[in-house]
């Protein structure tokens, strides 16, 4: 079947095919469902002999065929930050103290370094801060 070549084994008792590439069984009835393996991105064709297949990907690949790249695969958030993968990009989600796409920039008033009650307000593009005292407080921290 399929283009393979039989001959008869040990008399006319039995026979042996040798199929073409893509086919295999006793007859070559089966089609190979990895021969050209459809798995894209270097992922591995695992055939489960009823003529379907799984992919094994490769790290930072997902899908059917390893047909997604996984945009967290390079880690792309700092400081701590969960990457969570959404519509086709992704997401980081900062840890307290920090914003950003990839959580890069630092919060200044994160903890609040303003004592006493006082309110933290980033200053120079977020590398400073500057303390709002309430009544009765003052100093840089509002410590006196």
């Given at each position: 079947?399929?283009?393979?070549?039989?001959?008869?084994?040990?008399?006319?008792?039995?026979?042996?095919?040798?199929?073409p590439p893509g086919y295999n069984g006793?007859?070559?009835?089966?089609?190979?469902?990895?021969?050209?393996?459809?798995?894209?991105?270097?992922?591995?064709?695992i055939s489960n002999g009823f003529g379907?297949?799984?992919?094994?990907?490769?790290?930072?690949?997902?899908?059917?065929?390893?047909?997604?790249?996984?945009?967290?695969?390079?880690?792309?958030?700092?400081?701590?930050?969960?990457?969570?993968?959404?519509?086709?990009?992704?997401?980081?989600?900062?840890?307290?103290?920090?914003?950003?796409?990839?959580?890069?920039?630092?919060?200044?008033?994160?903890?609040?370094?303003?004592m006493n009650g006082g309110t933290c307000?980033?200053?120079?593009?977020?590398?400073?801060?500057?303390?709002?005292?309430?009544?009765?407080?003052?100093?840089?921290?509002?410590?006196?």
């Amino acid at each position: 079947m399929n283009g393979g070549t039989c001959r008869p084994t040990n008399g006319n008792s039995g026979y042996q095919c040798i199929c073409p590439p893509g086919y295999n069984g006793q007859r070559c009835e089966n089609r190979d469902a990895c021969s050209p393996n459809p798995c894209l991105n270097g992922g591995m064709c695992i055939s489960n002999g009823f003529g379907g297949f799984s992919c094994q990907c490769p790290p930072g690949f997902s899908g059917q065929r390893c047909e997604d790249r996984d945009p967290c695969a390079s880690q792309p958030c700092i400081n701590g930050g969960t990457c969570i993968r959404e519509n086709g990009g992704f997401r980081c989600a900062c840890p307290p103290g920090y914003s950003g796409i990839r959580c890069e920039i630092r919060d200044v008033c994160q903890p609040n370094p303003c004592m006493n009650g006082g309110t933290c307000r980033a200053t120079n593009g977020n590398t400073g801060f500057q303390c709002m005292c309430p009544p009765g407080y003052n100093g840089q921290r509002c410590e006196n």
